[in-house]
């Protein structure tokens, strides 16, 4: 399982509001089984890797269905195999550091 | 005000976990007074421009202080003039937009 | 089509070289019959979305082939359906602009 | 010395192509004594910490320079100090590894 952060912005729309897209983007995630959150700067899950394809590759596709002609997705992947990584191990690993040498 | 994205990763470490420096990178952070928070692939935090830099800058030498011989840092910023954009307002926006077409 | 930059990264290998694993992501992109270059931070191509993402997943594996047990990858999608967008393409618009206006 | 990507992208113009504005980062760019060049997703360039942030300093804001309101910077930074870490060395050391195992 790999935890992953979607971006997916258009380019040229006339408008600087892209919370519209964003928010079109959460509808595609809602509709497949994985644990996702929303974060500031994009959209993070956690899956295995041929469904994590498949759910970018629909991302992707939300703002040329709005109408835009133009779209810049960045992607992050983080793929851990020696153990289980999930979205919730991960953050409770840094928060318990945090304590430890506090 | 820009909305920042930071995700600095230690290479050639021999260690698969990195979350001892993403903790001590969040104690980088804390010394600032910025708002901030932890996401699962990266710190996500909000200021102007200059002040930004000097953080990336400082959370950037965490893994070389701690040993590592190499760094990489990816960086994202979201820098908008036209309304006051806030971590706070930003995620809100999205959420409305949710709500409203449900 | 849609030009694409990939850049896939071993984590905790205990070796800060990777140009060992950037060699044999080409060698995975080389038998595929789509237009690539090397650049100093990673591996761009171009070609249709089905492709690409069969590229990125293979690409993805090399790290793991080899040994390494966490692996980041990067990726940033450009794609615009406005008009025939080819690296060349690209390339040539930002040197005819440099030009214009010297 | 590190390696470094950015990729400067204005938001909402109404225009999707950019190459206007890649032009004019080339331009900020160039009056620096720094190693770069041109890729198909961006600008790498090679130098001292103070100065890459710097140079980002001033090509983030050429979008708003040219009538943006909203601007997306991302950069990666590859920062290796067991060794002189330069584009050439880098580029060198992967074709190196493609010819080796050929």
Same mark, same amino acid.
């Given at each position: 399982?790999?935890?992953?952060?979607?971006?997916?912005?258009?380019?040229?729309?006339?408008?600087?509001?892209?919370?519209?897209?964003?928010?079109?983007?959460?509808?595609?995630?809602?509709?497949?089984?994985?644990?996702?959150?929303?974060?500031?700067?994009?959209? =993070?899950?956690?899956? +295995?890797?041929? !469904?994590?394809?498949?759910?970018?590759?629909?991302?992707? /596709?939300?703002?040329?269905?709005?109408?835009?002609?133009?779209?810049?997705?960045?992607?992050?992947?983080?793929?851990?195999?020696?153990? =289980?990584?999930?979205? +919730?191990?991960? !953050?409770?690993?840094?928060?318990?550091?945090?304590?430890? /040498?506090?």
């Amino acid at each position: 399982m790999a935890i992953i952060e979607v971006t997916v912005v258009p380019l040229g729309t006339g408008d600087t509001s892209l919370s519209r897209y964003v928010a079109d983007c959460h509808r595609v995630i809602e509709k497949y089984n994985v644990k996702w959150e929303l974060t500031p700067m994009g959209t =993070v899950f956690e899956g +295995e890797l041929p !469904m994590i394809l498949k759910i970018i590759r629909e991302m992707h /596709e939300v703002p040329f269905d709005n109408g835009a002609r133009r779209v810049s997705t960045t992607i992050r992947i983080d793929d851990r195999r020696d153990q =289980v990584a999930t979205i +919730e191990q991960k !953050m409770k690993s840094v928060k318990d550091k945090l304590k430890q /040498e506090d």
